[in-house]
Antibody
């Protein structure tokens, strides 16, 4: 069971970045998927989630309208498109699995990826 | 938004001792609470969900209890690998929120 994030890096304020998360070792298409972030030295903050077939998405207010979550079940991938990035979006971004049913997520997280660092700075 | 307050922020313990960590919710979350362990430079890992259901592979020295607004994570006979930061997370209310964490370090 593994999740591997990629796509992080340094970006200027107002810029864009696309994070990817590759899943393996479990039935990816049966899992809701979430993104959770952690600013340097800080706690965990939930960012977004997507249901099993990609038809339903939810966002934290702080990223609504700027971030877009999507998935490709054929490739066992989940993505986070981040636009209009701000300095306070700087964080490690983790993807995490949620083994809820098609209709109802569990909303707790297992497994987790190792994270990818996004730094927003001029 | 449900605010989770974890106490104490830091717990200095010796190996073999019992650690008791608290998580208090600003409003009732029923039993919709999870606990995670995060070791330095690692991702969090799930310890418990539904307040007291141990996740697969979690040692029996870890136990969790509580409901409503008061929750406890207990680590009996601390081992070296247990020194880490512990977070609670509620999923009863929107948005999903985490506590600020309790760091268990070596005395």
């Amino acid at each position: 069971v593994q999740l591997v994030e990629s796509g992080g890096g340094l970006v200027q304020p107002g810029g864009s970045l696309r994070l990817s998360c590759a899943a393996s070792g479990f039935r990816f298409s049966s899992y809701w998927m979430h993104w959770v972030r952690q600013a340097p030295g800080q706690g965990l903050v939930w960012v977004s989630r997507i249901n099993t077939d990609g038809t339903k998405t939810t966002y934290a207010d702080s990223v609504k309208g700027r971030f877009t979550i999507s998935r490709d079940n054929a490739k066992n991938m989940v993505y986070l498109e981040m636009d209009s990035l701000r300095v306070d979006d700087t964080a490690i971004y983790y993807c995490a699995g949620d083994s809820g049913t098609y209709f109802v997520p569990e909303n707790w997280f297992r497994p987790w990826g190792q994270g990818t660092l996004v730094t927003v700075s001029s | 938004e449900t605010v989770l307050t974890q106490s104490p922020p830091t717990l200095s313990m010796s190996q073999g001792e019992t650690a008791t960590l608290s998580c208090r919710a600003s409003q009732s979350v029923d039993s919709d609470l999870a606990w995670y362990q995060q070791k330095p430079y690692q991702a969090p890992s799930l310890l418990f969900y539904d307040a007291s259901t141990r996740a697969t592979g979690v040692p029996a020295r870890f136990s969790a209890s509580g409901s409503g607004t008061e929750f406890t994570l207990t680590i009996s006979s601390l081992q070296s690998e247990d020194f880490a930061i512990y977070y609670c997370q509620q999923y009863n209310d929107w948005p999903l929120t985490f506590g600020g964490g309790t760091k268990v370090d070596i005395k």
